[in-house]
């Protein structure tokens, strides 16, 4: 049963920081991408970053715009990938969701429905 949980959330003031952590369980963890999305009230889900495989895929990353210098996804290469969110300002207010996809982040890495297997989310809340 492929299972991912995102934690980390919480209530951050605008220039903090935040780590967020996807547990996976039920999959070879080493055949799929990871990717991390976020979605605001009112609006689409968003990518905002995404990590292929570093034994099955290329161990490439990508990151949306928004992220850029910013945020950083990283693997324990076991079974959790993070999302290191730095210099948060309130537009990244948003629940964020982690999901897999197989191999690699591209193509359609931005895509939502590329992606076969997703977690609940956790709220980040950027406010002073």
């Known amino acids: 049963d492929v299972q991912l949980q995102a934690s980390g959330g919480g209530l951050v003031e605008p220039g903090g920081s935040l780590r967020l952590s996807c547990t996976t369980s039920?999959?070879?963890?080493?055949?799929?991408?990871i990717g991390w999305f976020r979605q605001a009230p009112g609006k689409e889900r968003e990518v905002v970053s995404c990590?292929?495989?570093?034994?099955?895929?290329?161990?490439?990353e990508y990151y949306a715009n928004s992220a850029k210098g910013r945020f950083t996804i990283s693997s324990d290469h076991k079974n959790t990938v993070y999302l290191q969110m730095n210099s948060l300002k309130p537009d990244d207010t948003a629940i964020y969701f982690c999901?897999?996809?197989?191999?690699?982040?591209?193509?359609?890495?931005?895509?939502?429905?590329?992606?076969?297997?997703w977690g609940q989310g956790t709220q980040v809340t950027v406010s002073s």
């Open positions: 999901a897999a996809k197989i191999f690699k982040c591209e193509p359609f890495y931005s895509d939502k429905d590329a992606y076969e297997s």
């Open positions: 039920g999959f070879r963890f080493d055949d799929y991408a």
């Open positions: 990590v292929s495989s570093s034994y099955s895929g290329d161990g490439k």
